[in-house]
């Protein structure tokens, strides 16, 4: 492998997220801000209305637009050399960083005041589900979504699978312990609902098509580790932890340990770019390798 800082100027050494984009160059985003590298250079992005550097969660829209945000809730797009703001959800979002999918028609963002449709061309913002909404995860048509509802003057800890305006409940989380950093990782046939309580890691089983739930058994490395990313590769599970990456066969519905990658650093993205032989690793204090 090759630290990233050695063979060019890196920008930063504190990274959350890589993504390819269909031209090949690779984009991070940073604390600093966000960056794309052509092999050579970095190129900064940034808009003069920006609340704060760092910015999150990469995605890639359909015409080639690459989206991300902040906790300040602004929501950004780069095309054609800019950083364009699309809007300044400050008010939805209430400083807590929130998830977003990108919709045929609109954007849809999950915050602790509820789910919005906000319109691409003329930004109609609208409500379709009321309640905090603290973790989410999409594949395919489907959302996936941990939220914390008042039923009968006491807090449900629920899991919602939402297809369009449509949603239905899957499962209550019944926890005597507090649920701390829950996060949904959906895939092709599964997803996974972690938790840490207790200072434990749970992990829960959704079946996509019948949307059964099963409890797992956590593998004893992650048990204490704090998670950052779930991704498949391969047919295998990648998760992205405190000590580096724990690469797991799955299969019966039990994690077997493959191999442990860059035991010492926190990793928080991998991307494997176009010709399959590249790994590209961001890791949270410590720049990037590949």
Same mark, same amino acid.
């Given at each position: 492998?090759?630290?990233?800082?050695?063979?060019?100027? %890196?920008?930063?050494?504190?990274? @959350?997220? +890589?993504?390819? *984009? =269909?031209?090949?160059? $690779?984009?991070?985003?940073?604390?600093?801000?966000?960056?794309?590298?052509?092999?050579?250079?970095?190129?900064?992005?940034?808009?003069?209305?920006?609340?704060?550097?760092?910015?999150?969660?990469?995605?890639?829209?359909?015409?080639?637009?690459?989206?991300?945000?902040?906790?300040?809730?602004?929501?950004?797009?780069?095309?054609?050399?800019?950083?364009?703001?699309?809007?300044?959800?400050?008010?939805?979002?209430?400083?807590?960083?929130?998830?977003?999918?990108?919709?045929?028609?609109?954007?849809?963002?999950?915050?602790?005041?509820?789910?919005?449709?906000?319109?691409?061309?003329?930004?109609?913002?609208?409500?379709?589900?009321?309640?905090?909404?603290?973790?989410?995860?999409?594949?395919?048509?489907?959302?996936?979504?941990?939220?914390?509802?008042?039923?009968?003057? %006491?807090?449900?800890?629920?899991? @919602?699978? +939402?297809?369009? *305006? =449509?949603?239905?409940? $899957?499962f209550d989380i019944e926890s005597l312990g507090l649920i701390q950093s829950p996060k949904l990782f959906a895939f092709k046939n599964e997803v996974f609902?972690t938790y840490k309580s207790d200072d434990k890691n749970i992990i829960y089983l959704t079946n996509r098509v019948d949307n059964s739930v099963v409890k797992?058994?956590?593998?004893?490395?992650?048990?204490?580790?704090?998670?950052?990313?779930?991704?498949?590769?391969?047919?295998?599970?990648?998760?992205?932890?405190?000590?580096?990456?724990?690469?797991?066969?799955?299969?019966?519905?039990?994690?077997?340990?493959?191999?442990?990658?860059?035991?010492?650093?926190?990793?928080?993205?991998?991307?494997?770019?176009?010709?399959?032989?590249?790994?590209?690793?961001?890791?949270?204090?410590?720049?990037?390798?590949?």
């Amino acid at each position: 492998f090759e630290h990233l800082a050695n063979i060019s100027n %890196l920008p930063d050494v504190e990274f @959350y997220d +890589i993504l390819e *984009d =269909h031209n090949h160059y $690779i984009w991070f985003a940073a604390d600093k801000g966000l960056f794309r590298y052509d092999g050579n250079t970095y190129q900064r992005y940034s808009h003069p209305n920006q609340k704060a550097n760092s910015l999150f969660q990469l995605k890639e829209d359909d015409d080639g637009k690459i989206w991300c945000n902040n906790i300040y809730g602004q929501l950004f797009y780069a095309e054609n050399d800019q950083l364009h703001l699309f809007l300044d959800a400050s008010q939805l979002v209430k400083g807590q960083l929130a998830a977003y999918t990108i919709l045929e028609n609109d954007i849809r963002l999950f915050t602790i005041t509820g789910i919005y449709d906000v319109n691409k061309i003329t930004k109609k913002i609208t409500n379709i589900f009321e309640g905090l909404c603290i973790s989410n995860a999409n594949s395919h048509d489907s959302n996936y979504v941990f939220t914390i509802n008042e039923e009968a003057g %006491l807090n449900k800890n629920s899991i @919602y699978k +939402i297809e369009g *305006d =449509h949603r239905i409940k $899957i499962f209550d989380i019944e926890s005597l312990g507090l649920i701390q950093s829950p996060k949904l990782f959906a895939f092709k046939n599964e997803v996974f609902f972690t938790y840490k309580s207790d200072d434990k890691n749970i992990i829960y089983l959704t079946n996509r098509v019948d949307n059964s739930v099963v409890k797992l058994e956590t593998p004893p490395q992650l048990n204490n580790k704090t998670l950052y990313n779930l991704l498949s590769f391969d047919n295998d599970y990648w998760f992205l932890t405190t000590a580096g990456v724990f690469v797991y066969e799955f299969k019966d519905q039990v994690f077997s340990l493959k191999e442990q990658l860059f035991n010492t650093e926190s990793i928080t993205d991998v991307e494997i770019d176009y010709n399959n032989n590249n790994y590209w690793f961001a890791t949270l204090d410590n720049g990037v390798f590949v």
